[in-house]
């Protein structure tokens, strides 16, 4: 018997197959990270799958392209059984066609950049390049810059969490040392990698290519100002450094010593229970990072330090660690409760190991995901948390102004002794007293229209992200 062959099935079934992998990406993703955007997501998928957490790897292929093949598989045999009834096909078409829609209305996309076809000169207005700005060091002291992986100060609220809290040693640090009240996120801000390219470059991160683009090629970096005035310049971060190409990035925003989770598990004599992004948990990298730290406080070269937390990323990673310490739940909230004493903890050992230290840490962006976000997706004003230990230049200054992570960059240099002449870098304000006249562009704006600026179109922007001149 021979089987006949009938392309307009193969056609159905490639268009079904499309349209339900886009659905089914865009409900997983709304499902893993609390909304879908563009900017984002391009960006990683550009990045390749460099050190990319294989759990999330697993749960893409089962509930995005097993899903979508299944669904197309089973509709276009359905099609085919009922060939006669050419009402089955159209039916079929328009049922996943109508679940696309819905999916595209219900999971909150956000487009950002990615169609924002507008031209302004809002960077050739606002952006300050540090290789001509003018950046003294009266001072020169060691800092230590600890991104926080998604803990907001709302975590601190009673009603919604209990007695304390769930970070109730960060909250304990904010109150007895400086903070600001109103650090809100922004679009280009949004998500790990975005923020920490507001703290290094006073930039945010927008998908600005269709080809596959290393971050801010041509951007100056903190990193770079702090070794051109004496510094050594070390990055310690716990996931594997070629998610999302971090370790390259960092390289040319001038850190010359670059630990990544990859590099600190090989020095393990042992196998970790979680290993978030192929790399360390928190407690294992603070760990690990401590004699490091101390072999370079010995030395007489001021020092600046960059690293990140990562165990309440997404839904979160429950470590033996956390479960030693009396956490028994495998939810967010004790797992962020573990990670404020991991925290605080490190903190306290760094200010044994060197007194003199400044330390800042700073929340790179608000929770996306999880059963948490039960408690918070209905809260509107969702400030992130951050702490300036053993500074003194916000002395009488305004800690309630609104701010955003790229004003981190020039306050980090500022907190750290140097003098920034105009106040300004990047697009950021530095936050110190002596500022305080400098208006921040959240300030100036406000954030709706301030996020409308960063996303238009711009020729200086494209050169700053893509090393190159836009054609």
């Known amino acids: 018997m021979k089987i006949k062959f009938n392309k307009n099935y193969l056609i159905l079934f490639v268009v079904l197959l499309f349209i339900l992998l886009v659905e089914c990406a865009i409900k997983w993703t709304f499902n893993q990270f609390g909304r879908v955007n563009m900017d984002e997501v391009l960006l990683v998928i550009n990045s390749g799958p460099g050190g990319m957490d294989m759990g999330l790897v697993w749960s893409f292929v089962k509930k995005v392209v097993m899903r979508a093949f299944g669904w197309a598989t089973a ?224 030395s007489d070269q001021p020092y600046f330090i960059f690293m990140e937390t990562i165990n309440t990323h997404c839904e979160g990673y429950f470590t033996d660690a956390c479960r030693k310490m009396g956490f028994a739940q495998e939810t967010m909230e004790d797992i962020a409760k573990c990670d404020d004493k991991i925290i605080y903890d490190f903190v306290q050992w760094m200010r044994q190991a060197d007194p003199s230290a400044v330390i800042i840490l700073l929340n790179d962006h608000p929770q996306h995901s999880g059963e948490i976000m039960k408690k918070l997706s209905r809260i509107k004003n969702r400030p992130l948390a951050n702490v300036f230990i053993n500074t003194n230049i916000f002395d009488g200054a305004n800690m309630a102004r609104p701010v955003a992570a790229f004003d981190f960059f020039p306050t980090i240099i500022e907190s750290a002794g140097g003098e920034i002449h105009g106040c300004r870098l990047g697009l950021g304000t530095s936050l110190s007293a002596r500022c305080s006249a400098n208006k921040t562009l959240r300030e100036q704006y406000g954030d709706a229209p301030l996020e409308k600026l960063m996303e238009q179109r711009n020729d200086l922007y494209y050169k700053l992200a893509s090393g190159v001149d836009k054609k």
């Open 75 to 298: 509709l276009t045999i359905l099609c085919a059984v009922f060939k006669r009834y050419k009402i089955v096909t159209w039916a079929s078409v328009i049922a996943v066609s109508g679940v696309f829609l819905y999916r595209l209305v219900s999971c909150n996309i956000q487009m950002g950049s990615f169609f924002n076809f507008k031209k302004s000169n809002f960077y050739q207005e606002h952006y300050i390049d540090p290789n001509t700005a003018k950046i003294s060091f009266p001072e020169k002291r060691n800092i230590v810059v600890i991104a926080l992986e998604s803990m907001e100060k709302i975590y601190a609220d009673e009603k919604l969490f209990g007695v304390g809290g769930i970070i109730p040693n960060i909250t304990k640090m904010e109150q007895e040392h400086f903070s600001f009240e109103n650090y809100n996120s922004l679009s280009g801000l949004s998500h790990t990698i975005a923020a920490i390219t507001g703290f290094t470059t006073g930039l945010p991160l927008f998908y600005t290519s269709y080809r596959n683009i290393e971050k801010m090629r041509g951007a100056s970096g903190i990193g770079t100002i702090f070794k051109n005035n004496g510094y050594q310049t070390w990055a310690i971060f716990p996931a594997n450094g070629g998610f999302s190409k971090k370790s390259n990035f960092l390289a040319r925003m001038g850190f010359d010593r670059i630990y990544d989770g990859h590099e600190l598990r090989d020095m393990l004599d042992y196998e970790l229970d979680v290993a978030p992004f192929q790399g360390v948990d928190d407690y294992t990298l603070f760990e690990l990072s401590k004699p490091i730290i101390t072999n370079i406080i010995k």
